[in-house]
């Protein structure tokens, strides 16, 4: 986009996800560091982020956003309520609104904004070394250019993909989005077992990570479906035929799913707290005295 150069990107509530887009925003030269705000309220961050990347780092949150293009939403959960009532004034016509916020619908983030131009997105944990995959929808209100603005942003933080249906963006939230934690597991799981069989530790990490990478580019690569690329490693009588003998007898498949339609509630279960705060004549922060988000609910 020969325009993108030109973007103004305010980014609110500049953590370890918003530091990842900043840091691949510069690397892609997608916008000069004099275009790129951020805010915080940690003095300690503000300096830290303000040295690192040459950037403008403020307190204020409506300060960030007073001239940028693409304002990015980028705070926990609990926070949005807040935030949005700190941003929804001083919001012009002109801008679109990018959040990262798990469980932030577009209806509620239109409303408690008072601003049709939303774009809602879903980033995973591998966005921090530019090797994320964000799912993404637009409001009906944004036009060509936000989208497109929206689109040079979530490069920043490696793949993306656009889709029409926002249901999508939840569903990525609990299969992408949480989707890390699924493996992390797997791993701690795998190199304990390593340990358990008597491998050092170091030795045992080395291997399983190793491992892990190498079957995922493998996979990328084929055009072979998964259950075809674990039949060809699967001799009969051998050592992985055993293996998943016992991963099945596990209910691993069950398991997972399990995993997954968790995540999916809890999403949802975000979404309509968020959705109930913004309500005319509802106030409060969303998830005030409720359950604290999971890790993989804090992208900001």
Same mark, same amino acid.
């Given at each position: 986009?020969?325009?993108?150069?030109?973007?103004?990107?305010?980014?609110?509530?500049?953590g370890v996800m918003a530091e990842a887009m900043i840091a691949g925003l510069l690397a892609d030269r997608a916008v000069t560091p004099n275009a790129l705000i951020a805010s915080h309220p940690r003095r300690e961050r503000r300096d830290a982020?303000?040295?690192?990347? $040459?950037?403008?780092?403020?307190? #204020?949150?409506?300060?960030?956003?007073? /001239?940028? *293009?693409? @304002?990015?939403? !980028?705070?926990?959960?609990?926070?949005?309520?807040?935030?949005?009532?700190?941003l929804g004034p001083g919001l012009r016509p002109d801008q679109v609104v990018l959040s990262i916020v798990a469980g932030a619908t577009i209806g509620a983030l239109?409303?408690?904004?008072?601003h049709p131009a939303i774009v809602r997105a879903m980033p995973n944990t591998p966005a921090q070394i530019r090797r994320g995959i964000t799912v993404w929808t637009a409001s009906p209100a944004c036009t060509a250019?936000?989208?497109?603005?929206?689109? $040079?942003?979530?490069?920043?933080? #490696?793949?993306?993909?656009?889709?029409? /249906?926002? *249901?999508? @963006?939840?569903? !990525?939230?609990?299969?992408?989005?949480?989707?890390?934690?699924y493996l992390f597991a797997v791993m701690e799981a795998l190199i304990d077992a390593g340990?358990?069989?008597?491998?050092?530790?170091?030795?045992?990490h080395d291997l399983v990570v190793a491992t892990l990478i190498g079957s995922a580019e493998y996979a990328a690569r084929s055009e072979l479906h998964p259950a075809q690329l674990r039949n060809l490693v699967t001799s009969p009588g051998g050592t992985s035929a055993a293996a998943i003998y016992e991963l099945e007898?596990?209910?691993?498949?069950?398991?997972?799913?399990?995993?997954?339609?968790?995540?999916?509630?809890?999403?949802?279960?975000?979404?309509?707290?968020?959705?109930?705060?913004?309500?005319?004549?509802?106030?409060?922060?969303?998830g005030a005295g409720q359950n604290q988000p999971t890790d993989a609910d804090r992208v900001g």
């Open positions: 986009m020969s325009a993108k150069r030109e973007m103004r990107v305010g980014i609110v509530g500049a982020l303000a040295q690192r990347y $040459a950037i403008r780092v403020v307190a #204020g949150n409506p300060e960030a956003a007073r /001239d940028a *293009e693409i @304002v990015v939403l !980028a705070v926990k959960p609990q926070m949005i309520g807040r935030v949005m009532r700190d239109s409303s408690g904004l008072a250019r936000q989208r497109e603005l929206a689109r $040079a942003v979530l490069r920043a933080l #490696g793949e993306e993909r656009q889709v029409d /249906d926002e *249901e999508f @963006v939840a569903m !990525a939230t609990a299969l992408s989005g949480t989707g890390p934690t340990v358990h069989l008597g491998f050092p530790r170091e030795l045992a007898k596990g209910r691993i498949r069950t398991v997972l799913s399990d995993a997954v339609w968790a995540a999916y509630r809890r999403t949802l279960e975000l979404g309509a707290r968020l959705e109930a705060g913004t309500r005319p004549g509802e106030r409060g922060e969303p």
